[in-house]
């Protein structure tokens, strides 16, 4: 491995310059910063405290519809190279293999950084200004908070995406791929968990509500899905994926946006989660490095 950091930033630079001028940056800025303001401009006159302004409805389209943002990022990152045989004359210059996977997706990361930023900026900024309502230091630390939350997130599939983008021989299957991965995860996964669980506790899906194993099981079984940790992280418990469900704990913090709660108390609670989510972005880059390197990219 001669994993060379210059080498790597100016493919990163590279890749991010490409991306800013292609219709697809623009179009998924576009998209996601509607959303964020849309969810959250319903509620600004319904409420007096900024963190009620719709966040949690932000949050539910979020965990199920943007992780299409991130693979969308990530699914021809690598395959379009090697279809196009533009590796090969890149490789034929002083820059390796690690060097280029690396550099790739750095420059995917620091794209959906900005997109992100942007969208988060231009939509929160647009609320205070129609709504008039004051915004303390504590909220806005909570918000930039959620805005980390929501880039780790999105990061794990994009990284899902990239990954998927080495192992795949051509683009349409790497979307392909990809937009099956994210409707198993983040759409029919909670009703996959709850099937599962009656299934297996015998208790009927009518009156699942008093059945705390059926609960306990579906619990154990969310946390197969990114999902679950996110939902964790922002609302408190696992139940984002249509057709899920949680037993719900009135003792717990109640996610970011829960006042009764500091930050502070948050973060000890959420740890684990925080852990979860990027120990899978590692994983999942550790799997692209690993997949690109051994790959026959000659023909």
């Known amino acids: 491995m001669n994993l060379n950091i210059k080498n790597s930033i100016i493919i990163a630079q590279k890749e991010f310059a490409d991306d800013l001028w292609s219709p697809r940056f623009l179009s998924l800025l576009t998209i996601f910063t509607l959303i964020l303001f849309s969810f959250s401009y319903r509620s600004t006159g319904e409420n007096t405290s900024f963190l009620e302004m719709g966040f949690v409805n932000v949050a539910q389209i979020i965990a199920v519809f943007l992780p299409l943002l991130g693979i969308t990022l990530g699914f021809d990152r690598i395959v379009k190279e090697k279809r196009n045989a533009s590796l090969n004359v890149l490789l034929t210059q002083p820059i390796y293999r690690d060097n280029i996977i690396a550099g790739k ?124 940790y996110y939902s964790e992280l922002v609302i408190g418990h696992p139940c984002m994926t249509w057709g899920g469900f949680s037993k719900n704990d009135l003792d717990s913090i109640c996610g970011i946006f829960d006042p009764n709660y500091s930050v502070g108390q948050w973060l000890k609670e959420y740890s684990v989660e925080i852990i979860v989510i990027i120990s899978t972005i590692l994983i999942l880059f550790v799997m692209s490095f690993v997949s690109f390197l051994k790959q026959d990219i000659t023909n």
């Not at 620091?110 to 900026?121: A, C, D, E, G």
């Not at 709850?194 to 509500?209: A, K, P």
């Open 105 to 228: 997706v750095l420059g995917a990361m620091i794209t959906l950084v900005l997109i992100i930023f942007v969208s988060m900026s231009a939509s929160i900024g647009t609320m205070i200004f129609v709504s008039g309502i004051q915004i303390t230091a504590e909220e806005l630390i909570r918000i930039f908070i959620f805005t980390i939350i929501n880039y780790l997130y999105l990061s794990v599939f994009l990284m899902l995406g990239i990954f998927i983008s080495t192992i795949s021989k051509n683009a349409i299957n790497s979307l392909c791929y990809g937009i099956c991965i994210w409707l198993i995860l983040c759409v029919v996964f909670g009703s996959f968990a709850l099937v599962i669980s009656t299934m297996y506790t015998g208790q009927s899906l009518l009156d699942l509500g008093n059945n705390y194993q059926a609960m306990e099981i579906n619990a154990q079984l969310q946390k197969l899905t990114p999902v679950h």
